[in-house]
């Protein structure tokens, strides 16, 4: 998994925001993966359960997933957190390693 750093401040997208000033720079990661066929239903519930516990993580800013339109075996995680502790705490925790004692099994592929 390989982070970019990422700058969240809605004064990126308005212009002449008075009295705004940037936030800190956050850390980002995205995971995508193609699914194996028939695993659709085990990794929406495999990514409800990681959701529910990732958004109530202390730095935790952003955690959510999408699927590809045109192929909906093909799905994207994205997620912001503080700064690199906040990673390392989210690799530490229990709900990450229920994910990864079961996502890799549904993945055709899977690259971060």
């Known amino acids: 998994m390989t982070p970019i750093e990422h700058t969240l401040s809605l004064s ?3 212009p002449n925001t008075p009295n705004s000033s940037p936030s800190p720079p956050k850390v980002a990661i995205v ?3 193609k699914l194996k066929e028939g695993c659709t239903e085990k ?3 495999c990514l409800a359960e990681n959701a529910k516990f990732s958004e109530q993580e202390p730095g935790c800013r952003k955690w959510e997933y999408s699927r590809r339109i045109d192929d909906p075996s093909e799905f ?3 997620e912001i957190y ?3 502790d906040a990673i390392q705490a989210h690799l530490d925790s229990e709900h990450f ?3 990864k ?3 890799p099994e549904l993945w055709e592929w899977k690259e971060s």
């Open 97 to 99: 390693a229920a994910w």
């Open 31 to 33: 995971v995508r993966f």
């Open 76 to 78: 994207a995680i994205y």
């Open 43 to 45: 990794m929406l519930e």
């Open 101 to 103: 004692a079961v996502a």
């Open 12 to 14: 990126n997208f308005l």
């Open 82 to 84: 503080d700064d690199m």
